[in-house]
């Protein structure tokens, strides 16, 4: 079926499951439903996001990808995570800004937070 897109291990056509249609492995079963993750960042380039994901699994925090319609990219931790992966992304990068209200990073080019509209912190 391809690779799981949290961890990367090869995932076969009967045990594949999906979140926000992205192959995911049985391993990671208790997190197919997607109420059980959090959007904690907006990219507009899949290098921003890459550089974001690998410092969360550095910090052993749990992501996911989407790529959406209108070509930006969406990060997503466990809910549980989600405080944690909050403060080590506002810890990690210049080149974005963040949101105390909705509690997430996004790019520096969006000038203001694309869920509720507050001005962005640095």
């Given at each position: ?5 949290i ?8 045990c ?17 439903d997607?109420s059980a ?28 990808n989407?790529?959406t ?10 809910e ?18 963040y949101?105390?209200v ?8 969006m000038?203001e937070?694309?869920?509720c ?6």
């Open positions: 079926m391809g690779t799981c897109s961890c990367g291990e090869m995932v076969c056509s009967e594949f499951r999906t979140v926000f249609n992205q192959v995911i492995c049985d391993g990671h079963a208790d997190l197919e997607e993750w959090e959007l904690v960042g907006l990219y507009t380039s899949e290098g921003s996001l890459a550089e974001r994901r690998y410092y969360l699994e550095e910090q052993a925090i749990t992501s996911i989407v790529e319609d209108d070509e930006t990219f969406e990060l997503y931790v466990s549980d995570e989600k405080e944690d992966a909050y403060a080590a992304l506002v810890s990690s990068s210049e080149e974005t800004l949101c105390p909705c509690q997430i990073q996004y790019a520096r080019e000038q937070c694309p869920l509209g507050a001005q962005g912190q640095e």
